[in-house]
């Protein structure tokens, strides 16, 4: 059974830093691309970083580029979304998604979600 758990997220004020966490089991991790999507309340879910299976490639929103870092490592099967000066507009619930085409067949999974508030 796949499973995508999401930790890491919680209450933090403006200008404050998370990192949340996503630790896979069920796939072979190496073998996937991972994604951190976001969503907030009334609004469509968006891409906000992405890291290919070898952390070759990476890339983010541009609302976020230069305050988030998306790493992982596949000897802990962990991906991960370091945060840094937070606003209120990063408010929403952070989902982990991983991805991957084999032989023409591509697999894909969500993770829960956390949620992350940036508020005073």
């Known amino acids: 059974q796949v499973q995508l758990l999401e930790s890491g997220g919680g209450l933090v004020q403006p200008g404050g830093s998370l990192r949340l966490s996503c630790a896979a089991s069920g796939i072979i991790f190496s073998s996937y691309d991972m994604s951190w999507y976001r969503q907030a309340p009334g609004k469509e879910r968006e891409l906000v970083a992405a890291?290919?299976?070898?952390?070759?490639?990476?890339e983010y929103a541009d609302s976020v580029k230069g305050r988030f870092t998306i790493s992982r490592d596949n000897a802990k099967n962990t991906v991960y979304l370091q945060m840094k000066s937070l606003k209120p507009e990063d408010t929403a619930v952070y989902y982990c998604y991983a991805h991957c085409s084999i032989l023409g067949m591509r697999f894909d999974y969500w993770g829960q979600g956390t949620q992350v508030t940036v508020s005073s």
């Open positions: 890291i290919t299976s070898a952390s070759n490639i990476k």
